[in-house]
């Protein structure tokens, strides 16, 4: 199964995009040429957005990406496939990127791309853009707040909520108020803004953009985010991204265990 391989992530200004290209093995993913190949492909998604078809059709030089991808095959001996692509752009403001794990710059076992918007000062955006792409890494957010998220996963944890506590006998008038205390929890695992921000734990994501907005010298709104970690979904991989990328940033672990989720 190819379920190795790399994730890379590639940024230009207001633009981004980050590709999953899987091979066999890991000693694949440690090959300059299939390192070339993915950081290739990253650009050209760059250019020609995250259709992956699309992405497969176009042209490097006088061949089209699939070729490469078969070229390459035939030359390192091992299956390859390009797997996903994602991107996002701003009509203001930048899109930021962190890549965990890294192997090569702009590759490695996990990516993330963010896209602020805002008129502020891009220096200071784009190490707030940093920053928050580490703590997507880390923190593994579904949604940026709750209004992004599944309908039936908000459903699924108001029952299970509820039901805990029919069966402590609690009466239904104050069982409603204690599941809405208790998605407010929830929230706190599953929402970017309100997480808290493993750069300072003793705030959240919002409040940090809040403070952040001062120096940036203008309005900031999170657009968007994608995490990609290696083969989610393909295979499950037994690793404590939280504590390693929380550890890059010189924090302790934040609270809650990360999943990587398909």
Do not use: W
């Not at 890379?8 to 070339?36: C, I, L, P, W």
């Not at 493993?198 to 999170?222: M, N, P, T």
């Not at 657009?223 to 990609?228: I, S, T």
């Amino acid at each position: 199964v190819a379920a190795e391989g790399l994730i890379a992530a590639v940024t230009r200004a207001t633009k981004g995009v980050v590709v999953e290209v899987n091979s066999e093995t890991d000693f694949v993913a440690r090959n300059e040429h299939f390192q070339g190949l993915v950081k290739m492909i990253a650009q050209v998604a760059l250019d020609v957005g995250a259709d992956v078809e699309k992405i497969k059709a176009a042209k490097v030089g006088d061949i089209t990406v699939e070729a490469a991808i078969a070229d390459a095959i035939a030359t390192i001996g091992e299956n390859m496939t390009l797997r996903r692509a994602a991107a996002l752009e701003v009509g203001n403001g930048l899109v930021s990127s962190y890549i965990h794990n890294a192997v090569i710059e702009g590759a490695g076992k996990m990516g993330v791309i963010v896209a602020l918007e805002s008129t502020g000062r891009s220096d200071e955006l784009a190490t707030l853009g940093r920053q928050l792409a580490m703590h997507v890494a880390a923190a593994n957010p579904q949604a940026i707040d709750p209004s992004g998220l599944d309908p039936e996963l908000v459903k699924r944890e108001r029952d299970v909520l509820a039901d805990k506590y029919r069966q402590q006998g609690k009466p239904e008038n104050v069982i409603e108020k204690i599941v809405e205390s208790g998605l407010k929890t929830f929230y706190k695992e599953v929402c970017l803004l309100d997480q808290a921000f493993i750069h300072d734990s003793g705030k959240s994501v919002a409040q940090a953009l809040k403070e952040a907005e001062g120096k940036i010298g203008a309005a900031v709104k999170v657009k968007g985010f994608v995490r990609y970690a290696l083969g989610e979904g393909i295979e499950k991989q037994e690793s404590d991204f939280a504590a390693e990328v929380a550890a890059a940033s010189g924090q302790k672990k934040p609270p809650g265990d990360l999943e990587t989720v398909s």
